[in-house]
T-cell receptor
Framework: EDQVTQSPEALRLQEGESSSLNCSYT??????LFWYRQDPGKGPEFLFT?????EEKEKERLKATLTKKESFLHITAPKPEDSATYLC??????????????WGAGTKLIIKP | NAGVTQTPKFRILKIGQSMTLQCTQD?????MYWYRQDPGMGLKLIYY???????DKGEVPNGYNVSRSTTEDFPLRLELAAPSQTSVYFC?????FGTGGDSPLHFGNGTRLTVT
């Protein structure tokens, strides 16, 4: 069964304290892995797409990496405005699934000033 | 640019009541989706549409109905509301189908529904 597991469920960091969020997945052929950011009371907002193992994407203090079993979202020297829930989703390369996304439950990141 | 607009933002229903959640987008996207988000769980796809007049079931369609008469609008209908439908509902749209890559999903800000 295709599934996505994110860890930890919540992470509290001091401003400037770097860390990583994990997204583990099992899927029958990966078409793509996606990271979204969700602020309280808002809809998810797209961050990155990763297609193959070894690929990396960066945006400001965030860097996403991908292996054959998991993805990491590294946050370097975070600021309070980076506080949000980060969602991971995968897309299986199966036509019958209509390429629909399988979502993780998210990691709630809190950055204290 | 408005993007994806959902109304209402909040709603409380009694068991057995019905309602329609509204969703409209102004990006001329052909693909639209309805998701529900429950605490501790990933987003679950309820229904999706690949264009005006075409809809299909997602992972959790029971208790819901949709229609797509125009490219812009994709309302979600709840018939005979049940406590299990208490959730946050998100509408989304995309340029291409089901992907997040070159055509990410654009989400509205959600409708928080409570059924008591």
């Amino acid at each position: 069964e295709d599934q996505v597991t994110q860890s930890p469920e919540a992470l509290r960091l001091q401003e400037g304290e770097s860390s990583s969020l994990n997204c583990s997945y099992t899927v029958s052929g990966l078409r793509g892995l996606f990271w979204y950011r969700q602020d309280p009371g808002k809809g998810p907002e797209f961050l990155f797409t990763l297609y193959s193992a070894g690929e990396e994407k960066e945006k400001e203090r965030l860097k996403a990496t991908l292996t054959k079993k998991e993805s990491f979202l590294h946050i370097t020297a975070p600021k309070p405005e980076d506080s949000a829930t980060y969602l991971c989703a995968v897309q299986a390369n199966i036509v019958d699934s209509n390429y629909q996304l399988i979502w993780g439950a998210g990691t709630k990141l809190i950055i204290k000033p | 640019n408005a993007g994806v607009t959902q109304t209402p933002k909040f709603r409380i229903l009694k068991i057995g009541q019905s309602m329609t959640l509204q969703c409209t987008q102004d990006m001329n996207h052909n693909y639209m989706y309805w998701y529900r988000q429950d605490p501790g769980m990933g987003l679950k796809l309820i229904y999706y549409s690949v264009g005006a007049g075409i809809t299909d079931k997602g992972e959790v369609p029971n208790g819901y109905n949709v229609s797509r008469s125009t490219t812009e609008d994709f309302p979600l209908r709840l018939e005979l509301a049940a406590p299990s439908q208490t959730s946050v509902y998100f509408c989304a749209s995309s340029f291409t189908f089901g992907t997040g890559g070159d055509s990410p999903l654009h989400f509205g800000n959600g409708t928080r529904l409570t059924v008591t």
